[in-house]
């Protein structure tokens, strides 16, 4: 059946990992360098697989694509458009104006004009203000002689009630029809000066969003498939192409959260530590019920302070091109590891490769922890060196999974990734798994991806109960997800915090719910 067969891929910044999948089977796996153009490594992957696996083009149901080119927009401050920002909240939050606390360099790339407007909710719904209608006409009018067509809108409270954001984008889209308008309440979670950065964000990459779509779709074409693609979010599931045009800052951190998913899927294990090693960095995380367990506080993108949902990782300088040093014989330790790496380099420069870069894959091939180049160019490595180097990676990484541990259970870590022929078999107290086919795990996270919802809100408890409260968010979550591509009767409940908030009146509760379900195609 057509529907039995996916294609995974994941683009990283050494390698660009591809899987085809039938059913819950990886029939075939590829490991291509990145282009620059990162299309023709798409391309190459997709034909290695197809050939690889003999299943007809006619016969896949849809490809998974995981990509980095909104994050490294954002890093690199490239193919970024001006954005102006309307927020509604006068007579409040005067003290701390849009693009507060940004860096210098994008702030200039990006300020096209902040506004601030009457109106604005308090955190029951409440009216702090009427909209005041007549200013925003006259900003969108102004907006369309300076030629700015990409605005972010913010309001106070608005997760709490979002009427006045689409009034705002309404009133814009009137009078400025080629403007894209993008509402701080389908980005981000409460928090007005986070989730107002996230939608500025968000606005300033439309533009790249539908060009990296269109090349996307054109791969595709060239490689003779017509299925619909997906493009993998950072909470582990899946967006359609229109989606990802609409919200290309879902897809922030979408690399390790598909190894991840993937590390769950290839293990079978839905409570685990996974280590994801590279070739430059080490990520690991904590996975609960399969999914990447959430960051609580903002995150920091490029410099900007956020909080949509991103998964709590913590990442270290280590990965199999990471450069070995012998420092002055005083000092000690007296070998380093990182965080400069060879990259996708590695196999021209390491000494397994008959290179004259001294790297952590070399370390790892001379002491018999994995098979890879010619090892008899490493054989002339001084024992006692490579077991110091051994030590010092067995550190580093003991130090980031005991970061990511919640309690002293012994969970299992997995370890997946091109590098991880570094960690040793135990990782303290823990045994690690690497399941198979652990090196494109963040291929295989790409093609089992679900589709999700979430919601985060704060209710007002003083006119409905609490499981009425409940009952609401979630379905508002449910509808996030079946908009997003989800199939109505497979969802979920994958995730609920009830948080009471006793700072504020009126018995007030903030309610996040998150469900999945399984992608409609």
Same mark, same amino acid.
């Given at each position: 059946m057509k529907s039995n067969y996916r294609i995974g891929i994941d683009v990283g910044g050494t390698n660009t990992d591809a899987v085809?999948?039938?059913?819950d089977t990886v029939l075939a796996a590829t490991k291509q360098p990145t282009t620059a153009d990162v299309t023709s490594g798409i391309e190459n992957a997709l034909k290695v697989v197809l050939e690889q696996s003999g299943v007809s083009h006619a016969n896949i149901s849809g490809v998974m694509i995981g990509t980095t080119h909104f994050t490294n927009a954002v890093v690199e401050r490239k193919h970024l458009q001006k954005t102006a920002v309307i927020r509604v909240c006068l007579p409040a939050t005067l003290s701390v104006p849009p693009f507060a606390d940004w860096p210098q360099d994008i702030q200039t790339m990006l300020d096209g004009g902040c +506004?601030? *407007?009457?109106?604005? +909710? !308090?955190f029951d719904g409440r009216l702090i203000n009427p909209l005041d209608e007549a200013h925003i006409s006259q900003i969108a009018l102004e907006l369309k002689q300076k030629g700015i067509n990409s605005v972010a809108v913010s309001c106070v409270f608005s997760p709490v009630n979002d009427d006045t954001e689409y009034r705002v984008r309404d009133l814009i889209q009137e009078l400025h029809p080629e403007c894209d308008v993008v509402l701080s309440c389908e980005v981000g979670r409460i928090g007005l000066l986070e989730r107002e950065n996230a939608a500025i964000l968000n606005a300033s990459l439309r533009q790249l969003s539908r060009k990296t779509v269109q090349a996307f779709a054109n791969a595709l074409k060239v490689c003779g498939l017509n299925c619909p693609f997906f493009i993998t979010q950072n909470d582990g599931t899946l967006m359609s192409a229109e989606f990802v045009e609409r919200y290309p800052v879902l897809t922030f951190a979408s690399g390790p959260t598909n190894s991840m998913r993937g590390a769950v899927f290839l293990s079978g294990e839905q409570d685990a530590i996974v280590v994801d090693i590279g070739g430059t960095t080490t990520d690991v995380g904590l996975v609960q019920q399969g999914f990447p367990r959430q960051?609580?506080? %903002? *995150?920091? *993108?490029?410099?900007?302070? =956020?909080?949509?949902?991103?998964?709590?990782?913590? %990442?270290?300088? $280590?990965?199999?091109? %990471?450069?070995v040093r012998q420092k002055a014989a005083q000092a000690k330790p007296n070998i380093t590891i990182g965080p400069d790496s060879v990259g996708y380099q590695i196999s021209e420069k390491a000494w397994v490769f008959g290179g004259s870069? #001294? =790297?952590?894959?070399?370390?790892?091939?001379?002491s018999g922890r994995a098979e890879v180049g010619d090892a008899s160019n490493v054989a002339s490595?001084? &024992?006692?060196?490579?077991?110091?180097?051994?030590?010092?990676?067995?550190?580093?990484?003991?130090?980031?999974? !005991?970061k990511n541990r919640l309690s002293a259970a012994r969970i299992p870590v997995i370890v997946v990734g091109g590098g991880s022929v570094l960690a040793a078999q135990q990782i303290g107290d #823990?045994?690690?798994i690497r399941p198979n086919h652990f090196s494109v795990a963040n291929a295989v996270g790409a093609a089992i991806a679900q589709v999700s919802g979430e919601v985060d809100r704060i209710f007002s408890l003083e006119n409905i109960s609490r499981d009425e409260a409940l009952a609401q968010a979630k379905q508002a979550a449910t509808d996030k997800a079946i908009e997003a591509g989800a199939k109505?009767? =497979?969802?979920?409940?994958?995730?609920? !915090?009830?948080?009471?908030?006793? +700072? $504020?009146?009126?018995? &007030?509760t903030r309610i996040r719910v998150k469900v999945v379900g399984e992608l409609e195609f």
């Open positions: 085809i999948m039938q059913n +506004y601030l *407007v009457k109106g604005g +909710y !308090e960051a609580a506080m %903002s *995150v920091d *993108v490029g410099g900007v302070r =956020t909080n949509f949902r991103m998964p709590d990782m913590v %990442s270290v300088g $280590l990965g199999g091109g %990471s450069l870069d #001294l =790297t952590a894959t070399d370390i790892a091939v001379a490595l001084d &024992a006692e060196q490579v077991n110091q180097a051994l030590a010092v990676m067995d550190e580093i990484i003991f130090d980031v999974v !005991e #823990l045994e690690t109505a009767d =497979t969802v979920v409940l994958v995730d609920q !915090e009830d948080v009471p908030l006793a +700072y $504020l009146p009126g018995n &007030a």
